[in-house]
């Protein structure tokens, strides 16, 4: 499977011309430039984002973006593992609130 986004882009681009627009000016608006955040923290959120998403395309797009913006190997590399965390961590949560719960209410 491809994970270059563009022949999909394509396709809802000309599906839903007035929407993408659109959606392409808030991404614009979103990472394009230093607001209070800097380009580079923010690809390097996205990049996190899109591990725990799992998303191919972002992946790519966003991994990209973070080196054009200055990002070194390690923050990248680092950014891998607190997203691992992070899902790790919600594994953690959900199998003690509701997992446990299960176990626990059978027992009564």
Request: charged residues 20%; glycine residues 6%; contains cysteine.
């Amino acid at each position: 499977m491809s994970t270059d986004p563009k022949p999909v882009s394509a396709r809802l681009r000309t599906g839903a011309p007035e929407m993408h627009a659109a959606f392409a000016a808030f991404n614009q608006a979103v990472l394009g430039s230093d607001t209070a955040l800097d380009r580079r923290t923010k690809e390097l959120i996205a990049v996190a984002v899109a591990l725990t998403t799992q998303c191919p395309g972002c992946l790519d797009a966003h991994s990209a973006a973070a080196a054009e913006a200055g990002a070194t190997h390690e923050e990248l590399a680092e950014v891998v593992h607190v997203a691992a965390a992070l899902r790790a961590g919600g594994a953690i949560y959900h199998g003690a609130a509701h997992t446990m719960r299960a176990v626990r209410e059978s027992e009564h």
